[in-house]
């Protein structure tokens, strides 16, 4: 029999966005580093069954992963950071429990019991996260030795109650040896005193304590480095060793966050905790701490216009601004991304909104390249396709993914064939000429789950084109999909004969993926979603394509691959 698996929960307090996420992903990385096989589960406390419904601007963007699960941001940190790859389930939600364990009162398996939260409701999470936890995300058979489980919200939340209870059973049931609590909590600076302060922090621990958890380390956010005396007074009142107090100030970059826990010995803490000293090995970090450093020591740029609706999170786009970090970083620069609201670039914005038009627009011609990400509604949709057509006439390098691929379809149609009223269903269900239908296979009563979703092949036409160049692969190329859209294929041959070629399709050959305009230094669409599969030091070729492109390395890149 195989050893028990080790639990590393993570939980948050005070209040919400102080990077538990990035904490998890980093305490992931350091045991990883140490020669353990790491997964990971995130606990969602909403009642959605999935982020799938959700607007990027009530929770950020919507990861996609390669089974068509639609899950947390998060998840999309655990696999970049991890280098895993996760499956819907990983992603624990209220929504997912409270209907499996309806669907078996239903079914009639609980035998006339009264279903209650406890114990049936706990239950179902316990054993949600010991099934979950036994799958390999790694590429390796069997179990990994660590589950990094982290507890979305903050300790208080009524949401989050019936999973802090499950976890109090689990720690018992598991054992001291296999459970390791770390609490990330804030501690502030109160105006010019400059005094760190510990007691939102005891508070937070009481709290937690009194639902019967007790945090074996503090990872405590702040601005500045913890003082000694901080850390002495949060380890009398919190009843955590100094040593095991972490302290995760800000960084430069993300990247630095497994060396500031490597650095304060955060992995000695932790595999004391689990019995897993023999087992490890002292973490080997050096690539980390190579790529940390050279982003720290890039002095270069490149400005790329993000032309979106949801410009005003940036976390609306996360998986796309890390693959141009990742695509940038390759090109030792760093990325200087101006985000441009697209409605402001429409011509009724330079009536009611003049300054912003004209900042907009001079933002836009600043650019070295140009860059429209997914989405989904009709705002800003005129703004996107002039941005498009900016892009096309002044063959500035361009990457459209999923709707931005769309755009230039309908702006391709619009003003090179000359089909003046041409869009897509989604915007205009009356257009004379659809360059952009509803596909057959979608719902239109339903939402959740119902696009195409996860994982797909997409084979390229052409051996030669530059999307098969970059992936480096003359047949075909995996990606994730997150659309209920497609390209018409009635329109594709009037397309290619004005130039614009479909380069990539998927297997039946009628649904179009990738296209590219011939005579233009880098002009791509996908149906795609490059961005959910870029990893640190592993860049997306489509991203990486856009950034060579911008800089004008891109011919000299692609003469190297060919030698």
């Given at each position: 029999?195989?050893?028990?698996?080790?639990?590393?929960?993570?939980?948050?307090?005070?209040?919400?966005?102080?990077?538990?996420?990035?904490?998890?992903?980093?305490?992931?990385?350091?045991?990883?580093?140490?020669?353990?096989?790491?997964?990971?589960?995130?606990?969602?406390?909403?009642?959605?069954?999935?982020?799938?419904?959700?607007?990027?601007?009530?929770?950020?963007?919507?990861?996609v992963l390669d089974d068509g699960g639609e899950v947390d941001l998060d998840l999309g940190n655990y696999e970049r950071f991890?280098?895993?790859?996760?499956?819907?389930?990983?992603?624990?939600?209220?929504?997912?429990?409270?209907?499996?364990?309806?669907?078996?009162?239903?079914?009639?398996?609980?035998?006339?019991?009264?279903?209650?939260?406890?114990?049936?409701?706990?239950?179902?999470?316990?054993?949600?996260?010991?099934?979950?936890?036994?799958?390999?995300?790694?590429?390796?058979?069997?179990?990994?030795?660590?589950c990094v489980i982290e507890l979305g919200g903050t300790v208080g939340d009524i949401e989050s109650m019936p999973f802090i209870?499950?976890?109090?059973?689990?720690?018992?049931?598991?054992?001291?040896?296999?459970?390791?609590?770390?609490?990330?909590?804030?501690?502030?600076?109160?105006?010019?005193?400059?005094?760190?302060?510990?007691?939102?922090?005891?508070?937070?621990?009481?709290?937690?304590?009194?639902?019967?958890?007790?945090?074996?380390?503090?990872?405590?956010?702040?601005?500045?480095?913890?003082?000694?005396?901080?850390?002495?007074?949060?380890?009398?009142?919190?009843?955590?060793?100094?040593?095991?107090?972490?302290?995760?100030?800000?960084?430069?970059?993300?990247?630095?966050?497994?060396?500031?826990?490597?650095?304060?010995?955060?992995?000695?803490?932790?595999?004391?905790?689990?019995?897993?000293?023999?087992?490890?090995?002292?973490?080997?970090?050096?690539?980390?701490?190579?790529?940390?450093?050279?982003?720290?020591?890039?002095?270069?740029?490149?400005?790329?216009?993000?032309?979106?609706?949801?410009?005003?999170?940036?976390?609306?786009?996360?998986?796309?601004?890390?693959?141009?970090?990742?695509?940038?970083?390759?090109?030792?620069?760093?990325?200087?991304?101006?985000?441009?609201?697209?409605?402001?670039?429409?011509?009724?914005?330079?009536?009611?909104?003049?300054?912003?038009?004209?900042?907009?627009?001079?933002?836009?011609?600043?650019?070295?390249?140009?860059?429209?990400?997914?989405?989904?509604?009709?705002?800003?949709?005129?703004?996107?396709?002039?941005?498009?057509?900016?892009?096309?006439?002044?063959?500035?390098?361009?990457?459209?993914?999923?709707?931005?691929?769309?755009?230039?379809?309908?702006?391709?149609?619009?003003?090179?064939?000359?089909?003046?009223?041409?869009?897509?269903?989604?915007?205009?269900?009356?257009?004379?000429?659809?360059?952009?239908?509803?596909?057959?296979e979608g719902s239109r009563t339903h939402m959740g789950s119902t696009m195409r979703l996860g994982s797909r092949r997409t084979?390229?036409?052409?051996?030669?084109?530059?999307?098969?160049?970059?992936?480096?692969?003359?047949?075909?190329?995996?990606?994730?999909?997150?659309?209920?859209?497609?390209?018409?294929?009635?329109?594709?041959?009037?397309?290619?004969?004005?130039?614009?070629?479909?380069?990539?399709?998927?297997?039946?050959?009628?649904?179009?993926?990738?296209?590219?305009?011939?005579?233009?230094?880098?002009?791509?669409?996908?149906?795609?979603?490059?961005?959910?599969?870029?990893?640190?030091?592993?860049?997306?070729?489509?991203?990486?394509?856009?950034?060579?492109?911008?800089?004008?390395?891109?011919?000299?890149?692609?003469?190297?691959?060919?030698?």
């Amino acid at each position: 029999m195989g050893r028990a698996m080790k639990y590393v929960v993570v939980t948050g307090g005070v209040v919400s966005g102080l990077g538990k996420g990035v904490t998890a992903s980093s305490i992931g990385v350091v045991l990883k580093a140490c020669g353990l096989r790491v997964t990971s589960i995130k606990i969602d406390p909403y009642l959605n069954t999935d982020a799938g419904t959700m607007s990027p601007f009530e929770h950020g963007e919507v990861f996609v992963l390669d089974d068509g699960g639609e899950v947390d941001l998060d998840l999309g940190n655990y696999e970049r950071f991890l280098d895993i790859t996760l499956t819907r389930d990983n992603n624990i939600t209220t929504g997912k429990i409270y209907q499996s364990v309806i669907d078996k009162e239903r079914r009639g398996d609980y035998l006339g019991k009264t279903v209650q939260v406890v114990p049936h409701i706990t239950d179902a999470i316990k054993d949600w996260i010991g099934s979950v936890a036994a799958i390999p995300v790694d590429g390796n058979d069997g179990p990994a030795d660590v589950c990094v489980i982290e507890l979305g919200g903050t300790v208080g939340d009524i949401e989050s109650m019936p999973f802090i209870e499950a976890l109090r059973q689990l720690s018992f049931s598991v054992g001291k040896d296999n459970f390791c609590l770390i609490h990330v909590s804030l501690v502030p600076v109160l105006g010019v005193v400059g005094e760190q302060k510990t007691k939102p922090t005891q508070h937070s621990v009481r709290e937690l304590r009194a639902l019967g958890l007790t945090p074996n380390l503090l990872a405590c956010r702040s601005a500045q480095p913890l003082g000694q005396s901080t850390k002495e007074k949060l380890s009398q009142f919190c009843h955590v060793p100094v040593e095991n107090i972490l302290n995760i100030h800000d960084v430069p970059n993300l990247w630095h966050v497994p060396l500031l826990l490597r650095s304060q010995n955060a992995h000695d803490a932790i595999l004391k905790q689990l019995d897993c000293v023999s087992i490890a090995t002292p973490p080997d970090l050096v690539g980390w701490t190579k790529m940390a450093e050279l982003y720290d020591s890039l002095t270069g740029s490149v400005k790329i216009a993000m032309v979106g609706k949801y410009t005003g999170l940036a976390d609306s786009y996360l998986s796309v601004v890390k693959a141009l970090l990742h695509a940038c970083v390759a090109c030792s620069l760093r990325p200087s991304i101006e985000w441009i609201a697209a409605s402001y670039l429409e011509d009724e914005s330079a009536i009611m909104t003049p300054d912003a038009h004209n900042a907009a627009w001079e933002s836009l011609k600043s650019c070295s390249c140009i860059l429209v990400p997914g989405g989904f509604g009709d705002r800003g949709v005129p703004g996107m396709i002039l941005a498009a057509k900016y892009a096309r006439e002044n063959k500035i390098p361009y990457l459209g993914i999923c709707l931005g691929m769309q755009i230039s379809v309908i702006e391709y149609s619009r003003f090179v064939l000359g089909l003046e009223r041409a869009n897509s269903e989604e915007f205009d269900s009356s257009t004379p000429y659809p360059a952009v239908i509803f596909m057959p296979e979608g719902s239109r009563t339903h939402m959740g789950s119902t696009m195409r979703l996860g994982s797909r092949r997409t084979f390229f036409k052409d051996a030669g084109c530059l999307a098969s160049k970059l992936y480096q692969n003359p047949t075909f190329v995996d990606e994730r999909h997150r659309h209920r859209y497609e390209v018409n294929p009635d329109f594709v041959s009037k397309l290619e004969t004005a130039d614009l070629k479909f380069v990539g399709s998927d297997e039946s050959g009628k649904r179009m993926e990738v296209l590219e305009l011939k005579d233009h230094p880098y002009y791509v669409g996908v149906q795609f979603h490059p961005e959910f599969k870029s990893r640190p030091g592993k860049p997306s070729a489509l991203f990486l394509g856009l950034i060579l492109a911008g800089t004008g390395k891109l011919q000299t890149y692609l003469e190297q691959l060919s030698r």
